[in-house]
Structure formats: structure tokens, C-alpha cells
């Protein structure tokens, strides 16, 4: 008989050592899934739950209310965007909660949405797994409030184009800092990726801002609305 794709916290661990956060990890891939948690729980993170498709997925968020999801966003029964779906409703009900969509494939039109909901969001090709350090590198950034695009993703929506491009005022190197940006990259990671100061960063994001009209604003997180920009200029 085949085992149920859905479990709980499993074995118990040692809760007085420190954690990054608690997690659920929802794909119906469970060879996936179950790597997914192993890695994550060896670079010290708390997996609370495992789902093989949305209604488990929001069932073990209602109960545990993680840190972080991370989901694949084609899920049982149509293999669609029921990933995708629940995401949304778990942003609505856990504003808090971060959330990480995994995909086989570019899902523009569908993340935007999502990617707009502000802090603690991310996209990732599937394929990125396969790098541990990067993979556990995003996940960490997401769930301390970043806003992570899949660089696949970034150099896609650079390549096309339409007429009223509200990007067309940044200069060359103000758009490869943005992309590193829309990346989840701090400014000092910037910095070591163009091999410039950090000060340099800063002057190229501020003239970012300006170029954008978009002020400043404590209701918003200015950089976030950057990459939406960024995003939706396609």
C-alpha cells in the first residue's frame, strides 16, 4: 500500500539547540520533498510538516503556522497551480508567513502577483536545488524578509521588451544592479558580485529609486517595489 505523502514533525529532535525557523515543505515529488527536508533540517532549520498536495500543505500551515513554506506550484489533482493557489491563501491568512515557490518551469504571469505581496517571497527553478549552498542561501534570505527571483527568471524578463518601458531611464549598469536586487542580493553582495564599494551600490540604488518614482515611504519597502517594477516590465 502506498504511504500517505502528508507526515508531521516526525521524530522528535533536540529543540534547545538553535534554529532558523520552522518550516513546512509541500511537493507531491516525495523522493523531492524528503530531500528537500533533509537538507534543510542539516543546516538547522525546523521541518514541522510535509504535504503532497495544496489541502495538506494548508492544513499543516493552519496547525503549525511556520516561519516559511516552501512548495512546488503544480500540485494534485490538475498538476495546474494549486501550489501557487494555496501560497496565496496562506499570505492572506499568515502575512508573516514566508513563502518559497518551486518550479520546473518559468510561471511569469502567475508569480507576479505573489511576488508583489511584499516581504519574505521567492521563485526558484527547480534546478537550483541541485546547488545546496545556493539553494540553502535563498531560503535563509526569504526567511528573514527577502524578496528572492530566480536569476533564470531576472534574465528572461530582461531579454523582453515593450514599448512604454519604465526602465528605460536607468542606465546599463543601473540595470544589472537592479537584477542582482530582484536576486535578493544585500548591497554588499552587490558590491563583491560587479567588484565595486558598497558605496557605489547605494549611489546606483538610490539613482534606481529616483529613475522609478518611487519615494520615500515608511508604509513600503522601497527596494521591494524596485523589483515588482522590474518584474512587471516585461
Known sequence: MEASKESGPGPARDRT?????????????????????????????DVVGQAGDSAQLLALVQDHVPDLVISDIRMPPTQRTEGL???RTIRER???????????HIEVEHTL?????????????????????????????????GVVVDPVLVQDLFRASRKDDPLAALSAREREVLALVAEGRSNAGI???????????EKHVQHILTKLQIPAS????RRVLAVITFLEAR
Not at 94 to 104: I, K, W
Not at 191 to 201: C, D, I, N, Y
Open 17 to 45: 539547540a538553535t534554529n532558523k525557523g520552522r518550516v513546512v515543505v509541500a511537493d507531491d515529488d516525495v523522493l523531492l520533498r524528503e530531500g528537500i527536508t533533509s537538507l534543510l533540517e542539516r543546516s538547522g532549520f
Open 85 to 87: 493557489t494555496a501560497a
Open 94 to 104: 499568515h502575512p508573516r508567513t514566508g513563502v518559497l515557490l518551486l518550479s520546473a
Open 113 to 145: 502577483e505573489l511576488l508583489a505581496s511584499g516581504r519574505g517571497v521567492g521563485y526558484l527553478l527547480k534546478s537550483r536545488v541541485v546547488d545546496v549552498n545556493e539553494f540553502i542561501d535563498t531560503v535563509e534570505r526569504i526567511a528573514k524578509g
Open 191 to 201: 558590491a563583491r558580485q560587479l567588484w565595486v564599494t558598497e558605496g557605489t551600490v
Open 218 to 221: 515608511d508604509a513600503d519597502h
